[in-house]
């Protein structure tokens, strides 16, 4: 029994011997593989100085060659006066020459120099004088004009139609009825409500109250007016030294100076005056030429 124990007591120093050398051989060898990774980093690190010392002083000397060819290239550019151009300047440069401007203050000048003889020769004053002579002449016009102005009446620039009315033009009925009182001028007619005998130098037609009246002709109003026989009126010129005049209106739709085409409405029928109560609702109806009347009938188609 003391036997085996010994064996084995000697087996397991052995072992241990044996991993002890092998965990001591695999540290070593760690270690020098982690030494000269290391060095390959520090070598890859070290920066060459000399390296740089000279690649600056290859860079300074080509700055210089380069700064010596452009010197030279300018002196050969200035000293060639066949490729000068006299219109290129340097956009800093205060001293640019502009050919235009140059002749321009010649002129200038030759202007100036003109206007200085003209001074000596005493040619200036006289344009002076000349000069007031034309403004104050030009004030006067002008005053005379203003003052010409005011004394002339304003003219219509309006669109004013020809009243061309003749003798043998015919009129339209400003109303449909029937005659209640003929014109008679030659001889006395009866009138009923005043119960007497007079000349009537118009025509009175029946009509209804409310009823439309229209232009018997194309004409310019010259007169609306209010008559105590007749009642509410319109006279209008037609042209040729006629003129008509309508009575009995109400609700009238012209005013004096409107011109009126045939066939306008200019009013409604008005109820009758005291003068008509018994000839009752009507429309008076006259015609004139220079002043003096005209049977209408025989006008009226």
Do not use: C
Request: no cysteine; hydrophobic share 35%.
């Amino acid at each position: 029994m003391r036997k085996r124990r010994r064996g084995n007591i000697s087996k397991e120093r052995i072992l241990m011997v044996a991993s002890s050398v092998l965990v001591l051989g695999s540290l070593t060898a760690t270690g020098l593989w982690l030494g000269g990774d290391e060095r390959n980093q520090d070598e890859g690190y070290v920066v060459d100085l000399s390296a740089i010392e000279n690649n600056t002083a290859t860079g300074q000397a080509e700055s210089s060659e380069i700064k010596t060819a452009e010197n030279i290239g300018r002196e050969a550019s200035l000293s060639d006066d066949l490729d000068y151009d006299p219109y290129f300047q340097e956009t800093n440069s205060q001293k640019v020459e502009n050919p235009d401007l140059s002749e321009s203050e010649s002129m200038t000048d030759g202007a100036d120099m003109d206007t200085e003889s003209q001074e000596e020769s005493g040619n200036f004053g006289d344009l002076e004088d000349a000069e007031k002579e034309k403004t104050e002449t030009g004030k006067a016009v002008t005053r005379e004009a203003a003052v010409a102005n005011e004394d002339t009446p304003a003219i219509s620039t309006a669109m004013q139609p020809a009243l061309t009315f003749s003798d043998s033009d015919t009129l339209v009925w400003p109303i449909v009825g029937n005659v209640l009182i003929n014109y008679s001028m030659d001889k006395t007619v009866y009138f009923p409500t005043l119960q007497q005998y007079k000349y009537n130098p118009a025509i009175v037609i029946q009509a209804n109250e409310g009823d439309m009246i229209t232009a018997a002709s194309a004409g310019k109003v010259i007169s609306v007016f209010n008559d105590p026989q007749i009642g509410n009126g319109i006279t209008m010129e037609l042209g040729g030294g006629y003129e008509v005049t309508y009575g009995q209106l109400a609700n009238i739709l012209v005013s004096e100076g409107s011109y009126v085409a045939a066939g306008d409405i200019i009013g409604e029928v008005a109820p009758p005056t005291k003068y008509y109560s018994i000839e009752g609702t009507n429309v008076y109806f006259k015609l004139t030429k220079d002043g003096e009347p005209v049977n209408p009938m025989t006008k009226l188609n």
